[in-house]
């Protein structure tokens, strides 16, 4: 396996976990590019070879009607898809049965079993059909309990339900509640004895691996970014990982190399959150992990079939080659440079700037966060981080502002270095709010509205 690709895309869901934390399932599906334009945009030449592609949509990934030939075309470019699903969307699965049997063998399932309300709604039966109809076509899966809180009352009966009809408990994995998201103190407190002694029970090595990499700090050379990424399917749009910035939108131009670079050094997460893949496979080759199966299989319930297995047994660096000290240095070096221009060894004349988020949104606004990721002085580039003196917190190299952070000021005090062309780099959303940025005595008004996830918006000082 050459590549690992963690893609999503925006879509609704049919169910309402109360544990939930995609915020945007009420987003309908919007595949800006033609899926044939999509699978050879990710053709073997391009990537480099056959790639593991792991989808999994805000929603649920079925409801989309794109999903279907695109994981054939995958296919049949000679990829393996692992599709994360609830298992309720029937019609869905047929349709993804219907290409070559031999195809289905590259095609695994993750099975989120949210059993609260698959009992609601009357659709544990179509669950519960859907594993098996992918089972006897061939196809390789998992089935994973998000554990929560309001699942403990019914802990006998999922385990009794799960070793009756798929042969084997389910694996587990750890709801993560909006805090925790955001890399700071989660609800679901791990190490809690009544959590991690129901979770034990079900004898899983998935939560046993999160567990062991829960809020763990990265500080290996990490190769996401080049032997593994982040894309966003309905827009092209590729990120070395999954709280990096974007970095390019990887369709529009099919005929152009995309360009890889791994993040090295510069891990921007405060642990490594999907670590469940990414590890699992090998981004950090010199840290030893379980492979992907093993974390997932059920070996004596037969969930992996031998040829998927043998294939996600593999770890990237079977088919990549480590980097060399001078080239991981030079890696560090060009990541750092930024950090070290605004260090007291390279002094120079400064300004200050405030920016003041307003915790207002625009009229189609849905939410009033604002994000700076890059500040330009000069044609030179800055991590604001770098650069904040008071204010806000750092995520990463960009700095950040929202309403839910615990004693945050409003107020972001910056101290740039003199030039004469000054450019903030500003995320821009669905999500964004609006702020005020001051310079010299003069207001500027931002406005972080966009109709499109991942805009950015460049103001001009
Ligand atoms: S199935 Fe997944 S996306 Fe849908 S409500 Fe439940 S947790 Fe959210
Ligand atoms: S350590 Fe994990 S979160 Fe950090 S860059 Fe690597 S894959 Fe991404």
């Not at 827009?235 to 099919?254: A, P, Q, W």
Request: charged residues 20%; glycine residues 6%; proline residues 4%.
């Amino acid at each position: 396996m050459k590549r690992f690709i963690d893609v999503g895309f925006n879509c609704p869901c049919n169910l309402k976990c109360p544990y939930c934390l995609a915020d945007n399932i009420h987003a309908a599906v919007n595949f800006r590019y033609e899926p044939s334009h999509i699978v050879n945009g990710l053709s073997l030449e391009r990537l480099g070879g056959s790639c593991l592609f792991q989808i999994t949509g805000a929603g649920e990934t079925l409801l989309s009607t794109e999903v279907v030939p695109v994981v054939h075309g995958l296919l049949r470019q000679g990829h393996y898809v692992n599709i994360t699903t609830n298992g309720t969307v029937s019609k869905r699965i047929e349709e993804l049965m219907s290409c070559e049997t031999v195809l289905l063998e590259h095609l695994c399932f993750t099975f989120s079993l949210h059993y609260t309300e698959l009992m609601r709604l009357n659709l544990l039966n179509d669950f519960i059909e859907n594993v098996k109809v992918v089972k006897k076509k061939g196809c390789s899966f998992c089935i994973v309990l998000c554990l929560a809180d309001e699942y403990f009352p019914y802990m006998d009966e999922i385990k009794h339900l799960c070793q009756n009809e798929f042969g084997a408990l389910p694996q587990v994995d750890i709801v993560r509640y909006p805090l925790d998201l955001q890399g700071r103190q989660g609800n679901v407190d791990m190490v809690a004895g009544e959590y991690n002694a129901i979770a034990k029970s079900f004898d899983s090595p998935f939560y046993c691996f999160i567990r062991k990499i829960y809020k763990q700090k990265r500080r290996e050379f990490c190769y996401a970014g080049d032997w593994s990424f982040v894309l966003g399917i309905d827009t092209g749009l590729m990120r070395k990982c999954v709280e990096s910035g974007v970095s390019h939108n990887i369709f529009s131009d099919i005929s152009m190399p995309i360009p890889f670079a791994p993040m090295g050094y510069e891990c921007p997460s405060a642990y490594c959150n999907c670590g469940v893949n990414f590890l699992t496979l090998g981004v950090i080759p010199r840290m030893k992990t379980p492979n992907f199966v093993e974390v997932r299989d059920r070996e004596h319930a037969g969930w992996y079939t031998p040829p998927m297995k043998q294939v996600l047994s593999s770890k990237l660096k079977d088919n990549n080659s480590e980097y060399g000290l001078l080239k991981k240095l030079d890696y560090y070096i060009s990541a750092n440079i930024t950090t070290l221009r605004s260090s007291k060894l390279f002094k120079q004349p400064q300004t200050n700037i405030t920016v003041e988020a307003l915790d207002k949104r625009s009229e189609r606004g849905q939410f009033t966060e604002v994000k700076i990721t890059k500040i330009v002085i000069d044609n030179v580039a800055y991590a604001p981080c770098s650069l904040l003196r008071d204010g806000w917190y750092c995520d990463g190299s960009s700095i950040r502002w929202n309403n839910y952070t615990p004693n945050i000021e409003k107020t972001a005090v910056l101290e740039i270095p003199s030039g004469r062309k000054r450019e903030l780099y500003f995320s821009k959303n669905k999500w964004m709010g609006m702020a005020i940025v001051n310079l010299k005595n003069k207001d500027f008004l931002y406005d972080g509205y966009a109709d499109a996830d991942n805009d950015i918006f460049v103001l001009h000082l």
